[in-house]
């Protein structure tokens, strides 16, 4: 293992692009408090969660009502520190059918985490998420797409303790995340692992890549605009589209935090009111299912699960 140099130049392995897709998009729903986002990670410490207003089970079964009125199924990877605390909600995901995946324990960024210590933490997530759904658990999404190239161990890690495929990475330059010499495209990321890399949609608009995964972006931009960037996204990628959102997006009435810098506020609050019926929206104009039905198997089926 090496923690400083990139291993990527001789270990990804691309696909090609004649895997065959149905018309699906992937809805991806990331589980987590409100106080536990990057955003606000610098005036809400970790030791004052457990003083903060727990949110998370009114937005979860908010987003449950929606979906099962449209009958889609999602992916929702979550953190094993909301499995611990809220085993209801997690049943109740496993039970209306949809994917249970992992978030990791408790949002740290894999930068800040040794390969023992971010072992020792998914594990733990993996099993509280297991244990409470009697489902295995293969899919990973990395807090804050942190994966990137100088923690390219983690898929070795992933790969051992029973994952099938990651979906951390995001392609793009972002102050906060990014890999943007990763491949657009779904990828095996190191030879000889059972691991799939399946990356945020990204579109490429003169020269530029753009994230156009959802998130803040698809918050802040008016529905028309935001809808059509994901779709052209996916069509240029011949894949099928990754959305991701999260719970406390569609929230407007969680607490404010007054001491956080005015640019972590606005990413975090902007556009929560419209985020519903933005939703509803998206429902009514695509085909969605989960990460492991839209992607994983067709790939696999196609390459089996190595390169
Ligand atoms: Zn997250």
């Not at 955003?39 to 908010?62: F, G, M, T």
């Amino acid at each position: 293992m090496n923690n400083d140099a990139p291993l990527i130049e001789t270990s990804i392995q691309e696909i090609a692009d004649d895997i065959v897709y149905d018309h699906r998009h992937v809805l991806s729903i990331d589980v987590e408090e409100w106080f536990q986002v990057g955003a606000y990670e610098a005036v809400i410490h970790e030791n004052e969660w457990a003083d903060k207003e727990s949110r998370v089970e009114y937005q979860v079964s908010l987003l449950l009502d929606i979906l099962s009125a449209y009958n889609v199924k999602a992916t929702f990877f979550t953190l094993g520190y909301v499995g611990a605390r809220h085993p209801d909600i997690i049943k109740k995901i496993a039970l209306s059918g949809h994917e249970l995946a992992c978030h990791g324990l408790d949002h740290k960024r894999l930068f800040n985490l040794s390969s023992d210590a971010f072992k020792r933490d998914t594990h733990k997530a993996k099993s509280i998420l297991e244990d409470i759904s009697g489902k295995s658990v293969i899919g990973y999404r990395a807090p804050s797409f942190s994966l990137s190239e100088n923690v390219w161990w983690v898929y070795e890690d992933l790969a051992e303790m029973g994952f099938s495929y990651s979906s951390s990475i995001y392609p793009v330059e972002h102050d906060h995340y990014g890999m943007p010499a990763a491949p657009k495209r779904p990828f095996f990321p190191n030879a000889g692992l059972d691991i799939l890399e399946i990356p945020m949609t990204t579109y490429k608009l003169m020269g530029k890549t753009l994230p156009v995964s959802g998130g803040g972006y698809f918050r802040l931009l008016p529905y028309f605009l935001g809808n059509r960037l994901f779709r052209k996204g996916a069509n240029q990628q011949a894949t099928p589209g990754v959305f991701y959102t999260h719970p406390w997006e569609y929230d407007p009435d969680q607490p404010t935090i007054k001491q956080a810098p005015f640019k972590s506020r606005f990413r975090h609050h902007v556009g929560q009111n419209s985020m519903v019926q933005k939703l509803h929206k998206l429902l009514r104009d695509y085909e969605w299912g989960t990460m492991e039905d839209v992607i994983y198997r067709p790939v696999t089926d196609q390459y089996g699960n190595k390169p």
